[in-house]
Protein backbone atom coordinates (compact mmCIF):
# COMPACT_ATOMS: atom_id res chain seq x y z
CA UNK A 1 0.00 0.00 0.00
CA UNK A 2 1.59 3.33 -1.19
CA UNK A 3 -0.81 5.81 1.16
CA UNK A 4 -2.08 6.76 -2.00
CA UNK A 5 -5.86 6.42 -2.45
CA UNK A 6 -7.52 7.20 -5.78
CA UNK A 7 -11.65 6.64 -6.19
CA UNK A 8 -13.57 5.89 -8.13
CA UNK A 9 -11.39 2.49 -9.29
CA UNK A 10 -13.67 2.03 -12.20
CA UNK A 11 -15.93 4.33 -14.38
CA UNK A 12 -17.77 4.21 -17.58
CA UNK A 13 -19.35 7.01 -18.85
CA UNK A 14 -20.54 7.92 -22.54
CA UNK A 15 -19.06 10.96 -24.61
CA UNK A 16 -19.66 14.02 -24.33
CA UNK A 17 -20.23 13.87 -20.61
CA UNK A 18 -18.09 14.93 -17.13
CA UNK A 19 -16.31 13.36 -14.56
CA UNK A 20 -14.48 14.12 -11.27
CA UNK A 21 -11.31 11.55 -10.47
CA UNK A 22 -10.43 12.38 -6.79
CA UNK A 23 -6.53 11.39 -5.21
CA UNK A 24 -5.71 11.55 -1.51
CA UNK A 25 -2.11 11.84 -1.13
CA UNK A 26 0.38 10.39 1.44
CA UNK A 27 0.02 12.11 4.90
CA UNK A 28 2.92 14.75 4.75
CA UNK A 29 2.96 14.89 0.91
CA UNK A 30 2.31 18.42 -0.46
CA UNK A 31 2.57 17.67 -4.33
CA UNK A 32 0.11 15.45 -6.32
CA UNK A 33 0.95 14.74 -9.46
CA UNK A 34 -1.69 13.27 -12.20
CA UNK A 35 -0.50 11.28 -15.47
CA UNK A 36 -2.22 9.38 -17.85
CA UNK A 37 -1.40 5.65 -19.45
CA UNK A 38 -2.72 4.55 -22.42
CA UNK A 39 -2.22 1.82 -24.46
CA UNK A 40 -0.49 4.23 -27.55
CA UNK A 41 1.05 7.20 -25.71
CA UNK A 42 2.85 5.88 -22.24
CA UNK A 43 2.93 7.23 -19.28
CA UNK A 44 1.89 11.09 -19.51
CA UNK A 45 2.57 13.30 -17.09
CA UNK A 46 -0.75 15.53 -16.49
CA UNK A 47 -0.36 18.61 -14.47
CA UNK A 48 1.15 18.74 -10.80
CA UNK A 49 0.05 20.92 -7.44
CA UNK A 50 1.87 21.70 -4.37
CA UNK A 51 0.60 23.01 -1.45
CA UNK A 52 -2.78 23.82 -3.41
CA UNK A 53 -0.68 25.80 -6.16
CA UNK A 54 -0.31 24.34 -9.50
CA UNK A 55 3.43 23.96 -10.38
CA UNK A 56 3.66 22.54 -13.71
CA UNK A 57 1.88 21.69 -16.96
CA UNK A 58 2.28 18.71 -18.96
CA UNK A 59 0.16 17.19 -22.14
CA UNK A 60 -3.17 17.95 -20.40
CA UNK A 61 -5.88 19.19 -22.65
CA UNK A 62 -8.00 22.14 -22.04
CA UNK A 63 -11.00 20.09 -21.40
CA UNK A 64 -9.36 18.62 -18.24
CA UNK A 65 -8.13 20.46 -15.40
CA UNK A 66 -7.81 20.19 -11.64
CA UNK A 67 -7.40 21.30 -8.19
CA UNK A 68 -5.69 21.16 -4.97
CA UNK A 69 -7.92 22.02 -1.83
CA UNK A 70 -6.36 22.99 1.46
CA UNK A 71 -6.26 19.65 2.85
CA UNK A 72 -4.19 18.42 -0.24
CA UNK A 73 -6.31 16.17 -1.39
CA UNK A 74 -6.74 16.77 -5.56
CA UNK A 75 -9.34 16.07 -8.24
CA UNK A 76 -8.99 15.99 -11.91
CA UNK A 77 -11.95 17.30 -13.90
CA UNK A 78 -12.58 15.53 -17.45
CA UNK A 79 -15.10 17.29 -18.98
CA UNK A 80 -16.86 16.45 -22.87
CA UNK A 81 -15.39 13.52 -23.05
CA UNK A 82 -14.22 11.20 -26.21
CA UNK A 83 -13.48 8.02 -27.01
CA UNK A 84 -9.88 8.80 -26.89
CA UNK A 85 -10.11 9.70 -23.28
CA UNK A 86 -10.23 6.54 -22.29
CA UNK A 87 -7.31 5.23 -20.33
CA UNK A 88 -5.60 4.54 -16.53
CA UNK A 89 -5.33 7.99 -15.01
CA UNK A 90 -2.97 7.65 -12.15
CA UNK A 91 -2.23 9.87 -9.15
CA UNK A 92 1.36 10.27 -7.18
CA UNK A 93 2.34 11.95 -3.96
CA UNK A 94 5.93 13.27 -3.04
CA UNK A 95 7.76 14.58 -0.74
CA UNK A 96 8.99 17.84 -1.54
CA UNK A 97 11.53 18.63 1.40
CA UNK A 98 14.16 15.69 -0.99
CA UNK A 99 13.75 17.83 -3.74
CA UNK A 100 14.98 15.99 -6.84
CA UNK A 101 15.51 12.58 -4.93
CA UNK A 102 12.44 12.11 -3.66
CA UNK A 103 10.34 9.42 -5.38
CA UNK A 104 6.82 9.76 -6.45
CA UNK A 105 4.43 7.42 -4.74
CA UNK A 106 1.39 6.12 -6.94
CA UNK A 107 -2.06 4.53 -6.46
CA UNK A 108 -4.25 2.25 -7.61
CA UNK A 109 -5.36 4.35 -10.66
CA UNK A 110 -8.83 4.96 -11.88
CA UNK A 111 -9.71 3.49 -15.26
CA UNK A 112 -11.82 5.24 -16.99
CA UNK A 113 -13.49 3.69 -19.57
CA UNK A 114 -15.41 6.47 -22.46
CA UNK A 115 -18.61 4.60 -24.61
CA UNK B 1 14.27 19.06 -20.40
CA UNK B 2 15.04 15.78 -19.09
CA UNK B 3 14.69 12.33 -20.10
CA UNK B 4 14.91 8.62 -20.78
CA UNK B 5 14.42 5.67 -23.27
CA UNK B 6 13.91 3.05 -22.79
CA UNK B 7 15.42 0.25 -25.48
CA UNK B 8 12.95 -2.77 -26.36
CA UNK B 9 8.96 -2.56 -25.35
CA UNK B 10 9.07 -6.43 -25.09
CA UNK B 11 11.62 -8.55 -23.11
CA UNK B 12 11.49 -12.45 -22.60
CA UNK B 13 13.55 -14.49 -20.35
CA UNK B 14 13.24 -18.18 -19.42
CA UNK B 15 13.00 -18.73 -15.93
CA UNK B 16 16.42 -18.63 -13.66
CA UNK B 17 17.95 -16.59 -16.84
CA UNK B 18 19.08 -12.76 -16.10
CA UNK B 19 17.34 -9.84 -16.77
CA UNK B 20 18.30 -6.76 -18.66
CA UNK B 21 16.10 -4.30 -18.87
CA UNK B 22 17.63 -1.23 -21.08
CA UNK B 23 17.49 2.33 -19.66
CA UNK B 24 19.60 5.59 -21.24
CA UNK B 25 19.03 9.04 -19.92
CA UNK B 26 19.16 12.33 -21.07
CA UNK B 27 20.55 15.29 -18.74
CA UNK B 28 22.56 18.68 -18.95
CA UNK B 29 22.79 18.14 -14.73
CA UNK B 30 23.37 14.97 -12.68
CA UNK B 31 20.03 13.23 -12.87
CA UNK B 32 18.10 11.53 -10.24
CA UNK B 33 16.68 8.09 -11.53
CA UNK B 34 14.29 5.42 -10.91
CA UNK B 35 13.15 2.49 -11.73
CA UNK B 36 9.24 1.32 -10.93
CA UNK B 37 7.54 -1.95 -11.61
CA UNK B 38 4.11 -1.95 -12.90
CA UNK B 39 1.69 -5.44 -12.00
CA UNK B 40 -1.35 -5.70 -14.25
CA UNK B 41 -4.37 -3.92 -13.15
CA UNK B 42 -2.03 -2.01 -10.21
CA UNK B 43 0.24 1.45 -9.78
CA UNK B 44 3.47 1.94 -10.20
CA UNK B 45 5.96 0.26 -7.24
CA UNK B 46 9.39 2.07 -6.78
CA UNK B 47 11.97 -0.46 -7.45
CA UNK B 48 15.04 1.30 -6.53
CA UNK B 49 16.48 4.92 -7.10
CA UNK B 50 19.60 6.64 -8.16
CA UNK B 51 20.46 9.64 -5.59
CA UNK B 52 24.28 9.64 -6.45
CA UNK B 53 25.07 8.32 -3.44
CA UNK B 54 26.39 4.71 -5.34
CA UNK B 55 26.82 4.19 -8.53
CA UNK B 56 25.37 0.53 -7.93
CA UNK B 57 21.94 1.10 -6.44
CA UNK B 58 19.99 -2.04 -4.95
CA UNK B 59 16.32 -2.12 -5.08
CA UNK B 60 13.33 -4.53 -3.97
CA UNK B 61 13.00 -8.44 -5.14
CA UNK B 62 17.07 -9.01 -6.15
CA UNK B 63 17.11 -5.85 -8.83
CA UNK B 64 19.87 -3.99 -8.92
CA UNK B 65 20.96 -1.53 -11.41
CA UNK B 66 24.33 0.39 -11.99
CA UNK B 67 24.68 3.99 -13.06
CA UNK B 68 27.21 4.37 -15.62
CA UNK B 69 28.10 8.48 -16.67
CA UNK B 70 30.05 7.24 -19.83
CA UNK B 71 27.31 5.45 -21.22
CA UNK B 72 24.31 7.86 -19.56
CA UNK B 73 22.72 4.70 -19.15
CA UNK B 74 21.07 3.08 -15.99
CA UNK B 75 20.06 -0.27 -16.97
CA UNK B 76 17.78 -2.68 -14.32
CA UNK B 77 19.41 -6.42 -13.80
CA UNK B 78 18.45 -9.09 -12.20
CA UNK B 79 21.03 -12.39 -12.03
CA UNK B 80 17.82 -14.71 -12.12
CA UNK B 81 14.30 -14.66 -13.35
CA UNK B 82 11.50 -15.68 -11.66
CA UNK B 83 7.89 -16.28 -13.16
CA UNK B 84 6.44 -12.99 -10.43
CA UNK B 85 8.30 -10.78 -12.04
CA UNK B 86 6.81 -10.67 -15.20
CA UNK B 87 5.27 -7.19 -15.47
CA UNK B 88 6.24 -3.74 -17.10
CA UNK B 89 9.03 -1.78 -15.85
CA UNK B 90 9.82 2.03 -16.00
CA UNK B 91 12.51 3.90 -16.10
CA UNK B 92 12.20 7.76 -15.01
CA UNK B 93 13.99 10.73 -14.33
CA UNK B 94 13.09 13.79 -11.96
CA UNK B 95 12.75 16.46 -13.86
CA UNK B 96 13.23 20.33 -12.54
CA UNK B 97 10.48 22.55 -13.62
CA UNK B 98 10.14 26.32 -13.96
CA UNK B 99 8.56 26.81 -10.67
CA UNK B 100 11.20 25.12 -8.91
CA UNK B 101 9.33 22.22 -8.79
CA UNK B 102 10.02 18.76 -9.71
CA UNK B 103 8.01 16.32 -12.07
CA UNK B 104 8.63 12.67 -12.83
CA UNK B 105 9.22 12.19 -16.72
CA UNK B 106 8.82 8.08 -17.64
CA UNK B 107 10.21 5.93 -20.03
CA UNK B 108 7.78 4.04 -22.27
CA UNK B 109 8.16 0.86 -20.47
CA UNK B 110 9.56 -2.43 -21.13
CA UNK B 111 7.16 -5.27 -20.96
CA UNK B 112 8.89 -8.73 -19.39
CA UNK B 113 7.88 -12.07 -19.98
CA UNK B 114 9.07 -14.54 -18.35
CA UNK B 115 9.21 -18.40 -19.57
CA UNK B 116 8.13 -21.45 -17.50
Known amino acids: DSGVTQTPKHLITATGQRVTLRCSPRSGDLSVYWYQQSLDQGLQFLIQ???????AKGNILERFSAQQFPDLHSELNLSSLELGDSALYFCASSAPRKGAESEAFFGQGTRLTVV | AQSVTQLGSHVSVSEGALVLLRCNYSSSVPPYLFWYVQYPNQGLQLLLKYTSAATLVKGINGFEAEFKKSETSFHLTKPSAHMSDAAEYFCAVSDLTTSGTYKYIFGTGTRLKVLA
Open chain 1, 49 to 55: YYNGEER
